[in-house]
């Protein structure tokens, strides 16, 4: 998986589906999708400046919406920061095939502690500003 596009607190990624990724329908496994989940909502949330590990999972979720594609297919996550408290962080994620329909969605809440953002950004994610200056959401 490659990290496409990234904004504070929002990332864009895609995988290229191999024959590691498949299960018995030859279709993307949804075992592969939630540890998407995971993944992709961890790196929106590294893109708010939290550096890893992003904490600990208190909830993961992924509602399967179609086939996620096959062998050669790419599937494309746009994940989220929803809400980033004071120790719990939460998250969305939405999957797309390459004709841009939803094939799954999820969200992911995790403990952080005290794991706080170290570094700020600007809005459209390419300088670094102070944290001061870098409300929550």
């Not at 596009?5 to 864009?12: L, M």
């Not at 992709?40 to 594609?69: D, M």
Request: hydrophobic share 35%; charged share 15%.
């Amino acid at each position: 998986m490659i990290v496409t596009q990234a904004k504070p607190g929002w990332v864009r990624t895609e995988l290229k589906i191999g024959t590691e990724h498949i299960n018995n329908h030859n279709t993307i496994h949804g075992g592969v999708i939630l540890s998407m989940v995971d993944t992709v909502t961890s790196l929106a949330l590294q893109s708010r400046g939290i550096v890893p590990p992003t904490g600990a999972s208190v909830n993961a979720s992924c509602e399967f919406v179609r086939p996620g594609g096959q062998v050669g297919d790419t599937i494309f996550g746009e994940g989220e920061v929803t809400q980033l408290g004071k120790t719990l962080a939460y998250t969305r994620v939405n999957f797309y095939n390459a004709q841009d329909k939803i094939v799954a969605f999820g969200s992911h809440t995790k403990f952080m502690g005290k794991n706080q953002p170290s570094v700020g950004f600007s809005p459209d994610g390419e300088t670094e500003v102070p944290l001061e200056g870098n409300s929550k959401l």
